[in-house]
């Protein structure tokens, strides 16, 4: 193009005025069509990374997810064209290719990872663990294609044709480039950030008004308790199944949002060493809550408790209060004051019983002190 410009610039030169003219040939074509790919990828990489970010917007729910996801794609293509201008490799048709199929190669690892880590989270919301396994899962068959597409692209190295050479070079970096951004740069990013996905949200059912009949629920609306459904961990227990053992520790609680369990007393047994049925302390119903104390003090279960009949219960503890904190904010407060409320509700009650037992004790004392 350099050549052409030399060209047009003599002849205008030194043609007389008015006189037309146009520089073609087989070497003025290939390089302006060069040009023209090379212009094309660059949009086109833009216009990449735009659809990307919407995917990934629209996939996990967050804008923050989104410029999160588009980092570590982002990464290897900053790491190639830093190279090149590293090394002075110029932008042509064969360097152009390389961000298209780099970003398209590891897009697919950044979803992958994060639907795997989502899946891994929503087991106990322990982000630490979550990301350890995920990794530990999914590290593997990352790293595995990365290098089977690695070894491929470096049998371009050994080429005698220099531009294929160099786009093999190039692309073997990027690759590795993507795969540190996955495993490496990724997970880090991840710490500062709640995920939660659009599959989260179509799979929780709601029956008519749920927070009519659960206190916990008591002034938010339809929606704002779908927040809190997929903010949090929902478990579900088949009847017999038991949900805490007396004993275990353990840093939550339960609110009831479908089905009815039972506190189970300790076991025993008759002189004949024959277990005997279990004392039912409390008959537990949609709307209740238990646990309450594992989750204020992470203490050691006082009871046991078993699902009578299919059960949903939403799992609340720190890392679930945080995680709604940051995703739904006024959502968050509402629930945090209903829960507090449920609380005290529940320290009174015990108080009340208390009370009235140690005065009946104290009257029938004073009785027998008068006869």
């Given at each position: 193009?350099?050549?052409?410009?030399?060209?047009?610039?003599y002849?205008?030169?030194?043609?007389?005025?008015?006189?037309s003219?146009?520089?073609?040939?087989?070497?003025?074509?290939?390089?302006?069509?060069?040009?023209?790919?090379?212009?094309?990828?660059?949009?086109?990489l833009f216009?990449?990374?735009?659809?990307?970010?919407?995917?990934?917007?629209?996939?996990?729910?967050s804008?923050?997810?989104?410029?999160?996801g588009?980092?570590p794609?982002?990464?290897?293509?900053?790491?190639?064209?830093?190279l090149?201008?590293?090394?002075?490799?110029?932008?042509?048709?064969?360097?152009?290719?390389?961000?298209?199929?780099?970003?398209?190669?590891?897009?697919?690892?950044?979803?992958?990872?994060?639907?795997g880590?989502?899946?891994?989270?929503?087991k106990d919301?322990?982000?630490?663990?979550?990301?350890?396994?995920?990794?530990?899962?999914?590290?593997?068959?990352?790293?595995?294609t990365?290098?089977?597409?690695?070894l491929?692209?470096?049998?371009?190295?050994?080429?005698?044709?220099?531009?294929?050479?160099?786009?093999?070079?190039?692309?073997?970096?990027?690759?590795?480039s993507?795969?540190?951004?996955?495993l490496?740069?990724?997970?880090?990013?991840?710490?500062?950030?709640?995920?939660?996905?659009?599959?989260?949200?179509?799979?929780?059912?709601l029956?008519?008004?749920?927070?009519?009949?659960?206190?916990l629920?008591?002034?938010l609306?339809?929606?704002?308790?779908?927040?809190?459904?997929?903010?949090g961990?929902?478990k579900?227990?088949a009847?017999g199944?038991?949900?805490?053992?007396?004993?275990?520790?353990?840093?939550s609680?339960?609110?009831?949002i479908?089905?009815?369990?039972?506190?189970?007393?300790?076991?025993?047994?008759?002189?004949g060493?024959?277990?005997?049925?279990r004392?039912?302390?409390?008959?537990l119903?949609?709307g209740?809550v238990?646990?309450?104390?594992?989750?204020?003090?992470?203490?050691?279960r006082s009871?046991t408790?078993?699902a009578?009949?299919s059960?949903?219960?939403l799992?609340?503890?720190?890392?679930?209060?945080?995680?709604?904190?940051?995703?739904?904010?006024p959502t968050?407060?509402?629930f945090f004051?209903?829960?507090?409320?449920i609380?005290c509700?529940?320290?009174?009650n015990?108080?009340?019983?208390?009370?009235?037992?140690?005065?009946?004790?104290?009257?029938?004392?004073?009785?027998?002190v008068?006869?």
């Amino acid at each position: 193009m350099n050549t052409r410009k030399k060209i047009e610039a003599y002849l205008n030169e030194n043609l007389p005025a008015g006189f037309s003219f146009q520089v073609t040939g087989i070497g003025v074509v290939i390089s302006h069509s060069s040009q023209l790919i090379t212009d094309g990828q660059i949009k086109s990489l833009f216009l990449t990374l735009v659809l990307v970010f919407a995917i990934m917007f629209l996939l996990f729910m967050s804008f923050k997810v989104g410029i999160i996801g588009i980092l570590p794609n982002c990464f290897p293509i900053l790491v190639g064209f830093g190279l090149m201008g590293w090394l002075g490799i110029p932008l042509s048709m064969a360097t152009s290719l390389i961000a298209g199929v780099a970003i398209g190669l590891a897009v697919d690892d950044t979803i992958h990872y994060l639907v795997g880590y989502n899946h891994e989270f929503k087991k106990d919301l322990d982000k630490k663990r979550a990301l350890r396994d995920t990794v530990r899962h999914l590290g593997k068959p990352i790293i595995f294609t990365t290098v089977t597409i690695s070894l491929g692209f470096s049998v371009l190295l050994f080429s005698s044709f220099k531009p294929t050479a160099v786009f093999g070079l190039l692309m073997v970096i990027t690759m590795v480039s993507a795969l540190v951004g996955d495993l490496i740069l990724l997970p880090s990013l991840m710490m500062h950030v709640e995920l939660i996905t659009i599959w989260d949200l179509i799979r929780v059912k709601l029956g008519k008004d749920p927070q009519e009949g659960i206190p916990l629920f008591k002034g938010l609306s339809r929606t704002q308790v779908h927040y809190i459904l997929t903010a949090g961990n929902l478990k579900t227990y088949a009847a017999g199944t038991t949900v805490m053992t007396k004993g275990e520790v353990s840093d939550s609680m339960y609110a009831i949002i479908s089905g009815t369990l039972q506190v189970l007393g300790e076991e025993n047994r008759n002189a004949g060493g024959i277990k005997r049925p279990r004392q039912v302390i409390s008959t537990l119903k949609t709307g209740d809550v238990v646990g309450e104390m594992g989750m204020i003090r992470s203490c050691e279960r006082s009871a046991t408790v078993v699902a009578v009949s299919s059960s949903e219960l939403l799992q609340i503890n720190e890392r679930m209060i945080k995680r709604l904190q940051w995703l739904y904010p006024p959502t968050a407060h509402r629930f945090f004051f209903n829960l507090m409320r449920i609380l005290c509700d529940r320290l009174q009650n015990i108080t009340e019983c208390y009370l009235a037992e140690t005065s009946r004790n104290n009257g029938g004392v004073t009785h027998k002190v008068l006869e």
